[in-house]
């Protein structure tokens, strides 16, 4: 376990900010699954994640990051993703140590405290037609809203390659 201590929210807008890009974050009540943040979809508006934290059996870790209501086959993904075998979520302490969250918070952001490159980030497809993307601001106590094409970048200057790939039915 490292010693780092993850990001803020306020030190992931900083890096926004400092990158250009544009963005919009708005607080509400903490959220835990998607069933509990619909009620914001008539305030937020764009395309709403859902994070799933997966692993392989060597241990490699990837974070797929869908539309809400997507569906993603876990049994076949592995196969989509480059994965060494099929894949099972990754434990919350991972999660934490990797991308500084906690289940329930998970979001594309957390690969700004991902510094030594352990998580594979993907992108599904069919998300990225949206021109906004919604994502926590690594808390699920608020909602920033972000360009699909500032999402890439934003990931990019992060050091990591983000992969847009069809990973939902």
Request: hydrophobic residues 40%; glycine residues 6%.
């Amino acid at each position: 376990m490292s010693d780092i201590k993850p990001k803020t929210a306020d030190e992931l807008f900083a890096f926004l900010d400092s990158l250009g890009i544009a963005h919009k974050t708005k607080r509400h009540e903490p959220v835990f699954t998607v069933a509990e943040s619909v009620a914001l979809r008539d305030e937020i508006p764009g395309g709403h994640t859902k994070n799933l934290f997966v692993k392989d059996k060597k241990d490699n870790f990837f974070l797929l990051t869908v539309e809400e209501n997507a569906t993603v086959d876990l049994k076949t993904v592995h196969q989509i993703i480059g994965a060494a075998s099929k894949v099972s979520f990754g434990k919350p302490e991972k999660l934490m140590e990797y991308l500084g969250v906690i289940p329930g918070a998970v979001t594309a952001f957390g690969v700004i405290n991902d510094t030594n490159k352990n998580v594979t980030i993907i992108l599904d497809e069919g998300l990225m037609k949206d021109e906004i993307i919604n994502c926590h601001p690594l808390t699920n106590d608020a909602t920033t809203s972000i360009a699909s094409k500032d999402l890439l970048r934003f990931i990019e200057a992060t050091g990591h390659e983000p992969l847009v790939l069809k990973v939902t039915a």
